[in-house]
């Protein structure tokens, strides 16, 4: 068994620690929180298992590494900190751990991660003897290990589209839905998220992975973004009012260019509310889907449609993206240490847990 520990209790902790007690061949030792209020809370009442697991989470970093995890699921955001997370990672790496995580968006291409970024872990790997696997959902598999699946049923492929479609009304973190992302702002507001070059940060390494694995050389990277006003004042669920003429959907697209025509595309239609561009592509029902599209012959679009706690497919979304990362630690457990990325680690099948009950 291999001792793991699951480092914050978000969105993507939550089902962490509900994927890492599922796993056959993992044992789920300590769970690290950054609120007070969560220290000392039951792992599986943070987990939203329904039980508890008899184990308390902490927040004595230093402690819970010091016993010499076999993994760690890093699972704390960071999208406003990527600093601060960066040096947990590195932390977790020099104490002999493989860490698993969606924080650390320069390291889903890792080969083209900044070096002076990609040389501290290296360092760290060196020193410690861990691992680094960095993926998610968007970006994660749903724009690389999903869309190269698919292109090898296609005789010929002209473009490979990759689509997220959600309404974020869902999606639990009001502070980046609305000022990351900038719903509900006026819109001559600049969201952070959707700034120049930053939509290429955030997925160009995925549409590398995708140039690399499919044996073509990029041109360039390029951006497209398009911003549409509420017609009228929304209500939402979760998050309350967007009024009318504030931002209510955005679309862009991240676009890999070869011989001068966009083949490899990423693309983002992310609405507050479904009255607010309908034009635009829609999930086939409900409030999200991830969508791939093989341009070619035969065309091919394969929609995904996750959904947990309780039926939501935000969350459902987040359950995959720990799946895939929690899949991956015995793997890479059994591998040499370093630095690895999604064409490094096989997409593997349930082994183990079929039929299987979380205890």
């Known amino acids: ?30 769970v690290l929180v950054h609120d007070p209020d969560k220290i000392g809370r039951d792992a599986g009442d943070l987990g939203g298992l329904g039980h508890d697991l008899g184990l308390a989470a ?18 704390a955001s960071g999208d406003i900190r990527p600093d601060e997370a960066l040096a947990d990672v590195i932390k977790a790496i020099r104490a002999g751990a493989v860490v698993v995580t969606p924080a650390l968006y320069a390291f889903y291409d890792q080969r083209n991660a900044p070096p002076e970024l990609r040389d501290q872990v290296l360092a760290a790997i060196a020193a410690g003897g861990g691992s680094l696997f960095v993926s ?27 689509q997220e479609i959600f309404d974020y009304s869902t999606y639990d973190q009001p502070d980046s839905v609305r000022y990351l992302v900038g719903m509900g702002q006026p819109m001559d507001y600049e969201p952070p998220m959707l700034a120049p070059t930053v939509p290429t940060m955030v997925w160009g390494g995925q549409v590398r992975l995708m140039a690399r694995a499919l044996g073509v050389e990029l041109d360039e990277i390029r951006e497209t973004l398009d911003r549409r006003p509420l017609d009228s004042t929304v209500s939402t669920r ?16 991240v676009q890999g260019v070869v011989e001068g025509e966009p083949r490899i595309v990423i693309e983002h239609v ?15 029902d409900g409030d999200g889907a991830h969508r791939v599209i093989i341009e070619g012959r035969p065309r091919i679009e394969v929609t995904v449609e996750a959904t947990d706690e309780d039926g939501n497919r935000s969350a459902g979304g987040n359950a995959t993206a720990a799946g895939r990362l929690v899949g991956a630690i015995d793997w890479l457990v059994d591998a040499e240490p370093g ?10 099948p349930a082994v183990g847990k079929l039929g299987r009950k979380q205890a």
């Not at 992310?270 to 999930?283: V, Y």
């Open 270 to 284: 992310t609405r507050i509310h479904p009255s607010c561009a309908p034009d635009w592509p829609a999930p086939p």
């Open 136 to 162: 998610g959902v968007d970006p994660g598999w749903g724009n690389d290990v999903l869309p190269l699946l698919i292109s090898g049923l296609g005789t010929t492929v002209d473009v490979v589209r990759c």
């Open 58 to 75: 902490t927040g004595d970093v230093d402690a819970v590494l010091a016993a010499g995890p076999g993994a760690v699921v890093y699972a």
């Open 339 to 348: 630095l690895y990325d999604a064409l490094d680690i096989p997409l593997r």
């Open 238 to 253: 979760s998050m309350g009012e967007f009024e009318a003429g504030t931002q209510g959907a955005v679309r862009f697209e």
């Open 1 to 30: 068994m291999v001792t793991t520990i699951v480092w914050g209790t978000g969105n993507v902790g939550r089902a962490a620690i509900r994927a890492v007690e599922a796993h056959p061949a993992l044992e789920l030792t300590a």
